[in-house]
DNA sequence: CCAATGGGG
DNA sequence: CCCCCATTG
């Protein structure tokens, strides 16, 4: 669906236009109340209507149409519910990270629809319990719904850029009872985006571990093959963001991992090219690749599984991946998990290799212990998937020192392994990566 | 003109699915003459008609239509007459070195303004009498006609690809008097090349100086920026390969020079990601920057100059490019000419000093001397330029050591200068590189 | 042989 | 949010 890729830039232009406008009238200026919005969570109610009938929607059919219309949307208890059943288990020991574009783009089925995906993403979350969700393509209704203490408002702390150019934009979820915003979030621009995009972090305390704390960090990078040379330039800024902020001292102590995580519409090439501007030996890894590069695992954006955009063609991409920095990974030999996936076989055999036989090699630090693709069920009533991207879900492990056998690392990994988080390797073979 | 490039490549469709038909008949094998007519030179008769009337071509106007048919091209002997008086002058003892996509796919006016625009360039030639001269976008017809011992045949040697894909391509001329190959010249393909593209070079001893051996190589790199993957690719390979022909020991000495001109597409991000690949300190220079970057002749393509795909819109570009390695290159601070623009302008700005006192700083080896675009005059009674792009031509010095004051070299400069060309630096400020 | 846009697969 | 193609400026 390019209309929505054209939406955006439209709705950029005109924004644009409308800033560069000699004054907007008190009715325009009350259209930018929504960055307002955004800095100070909990919800509220916005001209769109989604979440305003969240707080006391009847649990029974809507009461005329038989297709509900757009301005009135119910949310069903039960879903409600069952997240809140599920949010009140105890939260995984493991240390989660999950991103997500959840497609807030998507129109079809209005809001009743979007409502609906949305649900699922909670339900998601809920199931895997997340340490922290990255979120991308959220628009208001959405961020409302998903903030709502009916939701997952009651664990997560949610964390928003500041002034997004556009209604849509990234978000950071951090369940409360395991991390902690040490500072406030930091929002940067990309100088030279046409589509609005942020780069959002967040340094947080681990409150269940000895673990040093981490900075998380996401951004939606520029879209569509066309805008790479600006994508390359947004990447480096993050990656130059997440090196700068590894082994800062915060109050909880010295980072111990940098990890940036996000819808970033990258190709091989590009990420390539940005490792190099920002030199090699970087220590950067990318968690697939550091999980052994699954290949059941890899495409993210895949038009022959997902059919949510309805696609008549067939394209697979690892659009969604995330980055990371952390005394492991600048340790660690270079086959572990370098961003830039090796061309050679041999090479790329080595690193899954090392994965495999993880516990065996002491090391220490922040690392990714398992990498596994999240919403590939369709939404039951709803026929589509929650979002036209997989979510990424990353398990991480911590520990001290090399000197230490680490206890538990080797518990966190044997319960990935327990859970089925895709530890096992793939049986792909090191083909070069393709998209 | 989208019809040329679309032409290309449905031409390449076509003659991929040709080759991979079960077998093609007898008639159909008829059409591959084509590369054995390349092979051996001088031309000969071609189902193109363009050279087919030119051994006898009477000065009279065609004998019927107003506007000659397609199939009727009158070469006016008073052209042909032109170059050769303008051939028979001795050659200049400055080496020079021409490139010029001459655009051989474009169809305006037919198979006569061809012939036109074909005469142009001859003459051009003619008039700067390059030492050799590196042509892209030459189709059969054209080849027949400046091959022509009428037109250059007599003075050049041509040079061309084995088995081109498409029926347009690349060639090399040789002036007999200056240069003579010493091997046979190479074709190489570029593997990815949806587009028939090849890298074609020889290597020649220069007869009338004591100059080590050059290495001239030219191509075609992929069109549009569309193809920028697979155009990096191809210039990889290109440089890499200059990189293994200098110093390699040939018949003549060991290769003093080796340069690639050529319609290279390329946009200097592009350049510079190769460049990455190829490692630092490689040594590339870009002529035009080694001249120092002279503003006036910077742009190749430029359709508010040139006007002859009617351009709407405007467009300059620096898609025609010579490269080069050679002791000089490879000695020289690194702000001599490097294939990489610096973006800062000091660097650039020293450059240009160093280019201007170039006498004054002793250095050996291969080098420019001067850099000059050409064809931007337009043919008489066609009303249109001979190509869509300028030809670019570079003068060339050689000095055999530092330590000896090479007169040569400041002989050939002194000459350049007294021939106006470009010696002298534009007035340009070190602007960033934009195209 | 430019960039931006829109349609179709 | 893929690629290719065609049109427009
Ligand atoms: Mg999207
Ligand atoms: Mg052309």
Known sequence: MDPQLRAIRQAAREKFLQANAPKPSKAAVADSALPEFLA???????????????????????????????????IPKERTEEIQALLRQPAPKEFRVLSWNIDGLDEVGGAQALMQRC??????VAIQRPAAVLLQEVIPPALELLASPKVLGGTYEVVVPKDPPLPYYVAILLDKQRLRALEPPSTAAFP??????????????????EAPPVVIATAHLESTKD??????????????????????????????????????NLRDEEVKAVQKE?????????????????ENERWTWDTSANTNIGASFVCKTRFDRLFFLSDWSLSSPKARGMAIASGKAKAKAKAKDLF???????????????F????????????????????????????????????????????????????????????????
């Open 40 to 74: 100070h969570l909990p919800p509220e109610r916005l001209q769109q209507s989604i979440g305003s009938l969240l707080a006391d929607a009847p649990p029974e059919p809507p009461p005329k149409r038989a297709k509900p219309s757009p301005d009135v949307v119910v």
């Open 119 to 124: 649900l699922a993403v909670a339900k998601e």
């Open 192 to 209: 030279g985006t046409q589509m609005g995009r942020q780069l959002l972090s967040v340094a947080a305390k681990v409150l269940d571990a």
């Open 227 to 264: 805008h790479g040379v600006e994508r390359k330039r947004q990447l480096l800024q993050c990656l130059r963001f997440l090196r700068s902020e590894l082994g800062r001292a915060v109050s909880g102590g010295r980072v111990g991992a940098a990890m940036l995580g996000g819808d970033l």
């Open 278 to 294: 920002l030199g090699d030996g970087s220590g950067l890894c990318d968690a697939w690749v550091a999980c052994g590069s699954p």
């Open 356 to 370: 495999q036989k993880a516990e065996a090699v002491p090391c220490d630090g922040w690392r990714p212990t398992s």
């Open 372 to 435: 596994a693709l999240l919403g590939k069920a369709k939404v039951p009533g709803l026929g589509r998937f929650p979002s036209d991207h997989w979510g990424i879900l990353t398990s991480w492990a911590w520990s001290e020192a090399p000197q230490a056998p680490e206890p538990a690392a080797a518990a966190t990994s044997a319960e990935a392994k327990a859970k089925g988080f895709g530890l096992k390797p793939s049986d792909g073979e090191g083909a070069i990566d393709l998209d």
